[in-house]
């Protein structure tokens, strides 16, 4: 079974300063997704960017990006110019290539953009 | 597009009680599930549908039931409902893996307390 951990509970952030989110993940298989999505106070999950296993470059969106170490299983998320709107909860998730609605999440990050 | 809709936001119930979470999606997506959150667990898969007529059990299925007569519609049945069940239910959908249009979209989330 897939397990995806986020060590983070909470972070916090001064406006425009960059903050790295991080999340590791264990599985024996090869080819599969990663994600993070964004949960803000009104509950809607809200994807924030995608990483297919099988592309060594690294997904990037806008002030977004990752950094993804396929060998050491692991997918962290960067955040610049952090902005008071970015004030949510993160979630890691994984889901195999071929099983294209099984999600498996971390715990979450709440992170704090302070003014 | 509506994209994926979900009712009710709020509902309490009364232990032993029985009711239905509505989900329904425009988007012609294959793939549907149902996942609940629980603070400090992040969202766990109830039960899943590859197509109309397929579902299967998720991680935590025990106290759901669910059908999937049409594509557009997923509901969620909780036959006796127990404090235990208390959470926000989040209803996704997706279209088939491969198809390069595979992320999962998800609604808006129903808060559900028993007493």
């Known amino acids: 079974a897939q397990t995806v951990t986020q060590s983070q509970p909470e972070m916090s952030v001064q406006e425009a300063e960059t903050v790295t989110l991080s999340c590791t993940y264990d599985?024996?298989?090869?080819?599969?997704?990663l994600f993070w999505y964004k949960q803000p106070p009104s509950r809607q999950m809200i994807l924030v960017i995608r990483?297919?296993?099988?592309?060594?470059q690294n997904a990037t969106e806008n002030r977004f990006s990752v950094n993804f170490q396929k060998a050491a299983k692991s997918f962290s998320l960067k955040i610049s110019d952090s902005q008071l709107g970015d004030t949510a909860m993160y979630f890691c998730?994984?889901?195999?290539?071929?099983?294209?609605?099984?999600?498996?999440f971390g715990a979450g990050t709440i992170l704090r953009v302070k003014s | 597009n509506a994209g994926v809709t979900q009712t009710p936001k709020f509902q309490v119930l009364k232990t032993g009680q029985s009711m239905t979470l509505q989900c329904a999606q425009d988007?012609?997506?294959?793939?549907m599930s149902w996942y609940r959150q629980d603070p400090g667990m992040g969202l766990r898969l109830i039960h899943y549908?590859?197509?109309?007529?397929?579902?299967d059990q998720g991680e935590v299925p025990n106290g759901y039931n669910v059908s999937r007569s049409t594509t557009e519609d997923f509901p969620l049945r909780l036959l006796s409902a127990a404090p235990s069940q208390t959470s926000v239910y989040f209803c996704?959908?997706?279209?088939?893996?491969?198809?390069?249009?595979?992320?999962?979209?998800f609604g808006p989330g129903t808060r559900l307390t028993v007493l």
């Open positions: 996704a959908s997706s279209y088939s893996p491969g198809s390069g249009a595979d992320t999962q979209y």
């Open positions: 599985t024996s298989e090869n080819n599969y997704y």
């Open positions: 990483q297919e296993a099988y592309k060594q």
């Open positions: 998730a994984f889901m195999r290539m071929e099983y294209g609605n099984k999600l498996v």
């Open positions: 988007m012609n997506h294959e793939y």
């Open positions: 549908s590859v197509g109309a007529g397929i579902t």
